[in-house]
């Protein structure tokens, strides 16, 4: 069975400090990932995606993740956190033989100035 | 180009009461899907529509809710008999299609449903 994990609840950083925000997944098979983000109010918004290829993966608003196959993670991560990076992310996966998306339960990123 | 999006964005209803919940997906994308965010929670799938297939509804969680999906395009969430319990934003998704390597889905902004 496909799960995710995201052991923090939430990630408090100083606003121009690197952030690191992690999840970890199980998954049949080669795996999708995938890396949203929820503003207050607001829907998800998609940051990124792991297909295939290239470990280091690049997204949207300055953010990356790492797929790493031997940990089984896909860790986000911003060199330089901004306050206004301050939200809910969420993790989630796909195997490659399922047409179901796993999401974990979420990180709150607190960015202070 | 317009986004995924979601009427009403807001609802209060009283407990027993019907509600229908409306999704426009995003333009060309065959696969739409509607999940529940409850306080604190994280997502729940509830039911998924890909192309002509029959839908996926092993994520609804009681025989009050039910979805369709007219056109292969607007789809319409509809709770019966409304709990208290079915207080939650409802966000739907839409994407390309299931069958698409590292297939995206993208979200609309959410409707949140109150139920005195």
């Known amino acids: 069975a496909q799960s995710v994990a995201q052991p923090e609840d939430q990630v408090n950083v100083a606003e121009g400090n690197p952030l690191t925000v992690k999840c970890t997944y199980s998954v049949s098979g080669n795996p999708y990932l995938f890396w949203y983000v929820q503003y207050p109010n607001r829907g998800l918004q998609f940051l990124l995606k792991y297909i295939t290829g290239d470990n280091l993966v690049k997204g949207s608003y300055g953010f990356e993740a790492e797929f790493n196959k031997s940990q089984t993670s896909f860790h986000l991560k911003k060199p330089s956190a901004l306050v206004s990076d301050s939200a809910l992310y969420f993790c989630a996966v796909r195997g490659q033989d399922t047409d179901k998306l796993i999401f974990g339960t979420g990180t709150r990123l607190q960015v202070f100035p | 180009g317009a986004g995924v999006s979601q009427s009403p964005s807001n609802k209060v209803t009283e407990k027993g009461k019907d509600v229908e919940l409306r999704c426009d997906p995003i333009s060309g994308h065959t696969a739409l899907y509607w999940y529940r965010q409850s306080l604190g929670q994280g997502l729940e799938f509830l039911i998924y529509f890909q192309g002509n297939s029959a839908p996926d509804k092993s994520g609804l969680p009681s025989d009050r809710f039910s979805a369709e999906r007219t056109g292969g395009s607007v789809s319409t969430l509809t709770i019966q008999r409304t709990q208290q319990e079915d207080s939650a934003v409802y966000l739907c998704?839409?994407?390309?299609?299931?069958?698409?390597?590292?297939?995206?889905?993208?979200f609309g902004p959410g409707t949140r449903l109150t139920v005195l």
């Open positions: 998704a839409s994407s390309l299609g299931v069958l698409v390597a590292g297939d995206t889905q993208y």
